[in-house]
Structures are given as structure tokens and as C-alpha cells.
């Protein structure tokens, strides 16, 4: 597991402009586009197929059995070689990122879908699972997508989830190329925004490291949520003393 960095080593990066990823906008789902089409390509870093293989195996639990067999077959043959196009068409939808196979440029093998402040839209994941499109997919939720809820299994098809926090726990201890390691880098940077809202205060002024009421809204909510499941899970397991924390 990766260790949680303080809000002020966050803010220092961001005012020093240490993070292309930030200088670009982490906000903006194109960012990612970007940095994950160069990054999925094993021509441009070898172990790309094997970061694939770690989101697949990531998001194992996510799916229902039907498909996590697929998702089991695909770890078990990883390709040798991989690419990945932006915006193409899936099922009866478009999806963000197709990673393709390398030694056979017509095969299809993962639709891959972002997320970063937005929600998944009704019926997305579903016209995206149409016949004919490949068997298993992801959505990766980079920003407070991560924190908002998700459509229940019925609604995600043939997709399953994962979060900014499993992406990293999955890649952390990858050997990556640079490019790799600034994103990488980047979602550490909003993994604490999200973890850490309540530390900027009430003052709007000091809101600036979020993009904005809602990012500052789904963090402070995402952390409410956090403790009063801590208070249920203490609770039912029968414990003498309630933890109780005060929230300023």
C-alpha cells in the first residue's frame, strides 16, 4: 500500500508546477487520454501488457462471475505486445481508450473508460457491453468519480471498476518511464486532496488545490461517509467504546 502524502507537500508541488500531469489539467479526462495512450503501448515501454494484466487482476472482485472468467483467461494469456487508440467505437457507444492487440491490429482487447469529476452516465457501461464488443472492460475513476456511487452490477455490463487508490496500488511498484511516473505521481497528488479536504478549512480561498465546489464537496462528503462506516463496522463488532471524531 502507498503511504498518504500531507496536503501541504500537494499544494507545494502544485506551486512549483513539479507535475506535467497538473500543468496539463488533471481535471480534464483528455490529460489521461494522453498520458495512458502513450503509456499502454509496449512500443513505447515494455511492460505495458504487464500493467494492463495488474488493472485486470485489480478488478477481479468487481466483476460477476460470468465475466471474471474472461477476466481470469485474459490473465492467464496476456498478449505480448499491445496498443491503444482513443475514442473509439464500442457496442453501440464510444469508449475513451481500446487497447488493441499488438500482433494483430484488427483484434480488440479492452475497452477502457474515464473518469475523473464525472459520473457514469445511465446506460454508458450497458450500449458499451453490446454483442460483439470485447468481453470484459474497465472504468477507471481518477478524480471524485472515485468517491460518488456507482450503478449497480446490472447497470455496468461487461465493465467493472476501479478506483484512483487500487490503480495505484496496482502500478506503485512498476518499473515505469518517466511519463509513467508523473501520472502516477499525480494520482497520489489527488488521492490526498480527496482524503485530506477537511484540512484547507471553510475559507474559499484556501480551496484553490480543487478544481472546484464539487471536487471540494465530494471529498468532504467522501470522508463523512468514511468515518460513519468506521462507527458502523465499530459498532457491530460489539466494541465497549465508540470511537467519535469531531469533524472542524
Same mark, same amino acid.
Given at each position: ?88 467505437? %464500442?457496442? =453501440?457507444?464510444?469508449? +475513451? /481508450? ?6 494483430? #491490429?484488427?483484434?480488440?482487447? &479492452?475497452?477502457? *473508460? ?52 487500487? %490503480?495505484? =496500488?496496482?502500478?506503485? +511498484? /512498476? ?6 511516473? #508523473?501520472?502516477?505521481?499525480? &494520482?497520489?497528488? *489527488? ?52 470511537? %467519535?471524531?469531531?469533524?472542524?
Amino acid at each position: 500500500m502507498v503511504s498518504e502524502l500531507a496536503l501541504e507537500a500537494v499544494m507545494d508541488r502544485l506551486h512549483k508546477g513539479c507535475n506535467p500531469v497538473e500543468i496539463a489539467g488533471y481535471g480534464r479526462e483528455s490529460t489521461h487520454k494522453g498520458y495512458l495512450t502513450w503509456l499502454l503501448d509496449t512500443g513505447h515501454w515494455e511492460g505495458a501488457a504487464q500493467a494492463i494484466c495488474r488493472l485486470v487482476e485489480a478488478a477481479l472482485p468487481e466483476w460477476p462471475d460470468h465475466h471474471r472468467a474472461s477476466a481470469h483467461r485474459w490473465i492467464q494469456r496476456p498478449p505480448d505486445a499491445v496498443y491503444t487508440l482513443f475514442e473509439q467505437r %464500442v457496442g =453501440n457507444g464510444k469508449v +475513451d /481508450l481500446l487497447v488493441m492487440d499488438g500482433n494483430d #491490429d484488427n483484434r480488440a482487447l &479492452l475497452p477502457i *473508460e474515464l473518469k475523473t469529476d464525472s459520473a457514469i452516465r445511465e446506460d454508458q457501461l450497458t450500449r458499451m457491453s453490446a454483442e460483439g464488443s470485447p468481453p470484459i472492460g474497465l472504468v477507471l475513476l481518477l478524480g471524485s468519480s472515485a468517491v460518488r456511487d456507482i450503478p449497480e452490477i446490472e447497470g455496468r455490463g461487461r465493465f467493472a471498476h476501479l478506483t484512483l487508490e487500487k %490503480v495505484i =496500488n496496482a502500478w506503485h +511498484d /512498476l518499473d515505469m518511464p518517466r511519463p509513467g511516473r #508523473d501520472w502516477l505521481e499525480a &494520482l497520489r497528488n *489527488e488521492q490526498t486532496r480527496l482524503a485530506r479536504a477537511f484540512e484547507v478549512g471553510s475559507d474559499e480561498s484556501q480551496w484553490w488545490p480543487y478544481r472546484g465546489k464539487k471536487h471540494v464537496f465530494y471529498a468532504l462528503l467522501a470522508t463523512v461517509k468514511g468515518h460513519c462506516r468506521q462507527t458502523t463496522a465499530t459498532s457491530a463488532h460489539g466494541s465497549s467504546t465508540m470511537a %467519535v471524531t469531531t469533524l472542524s
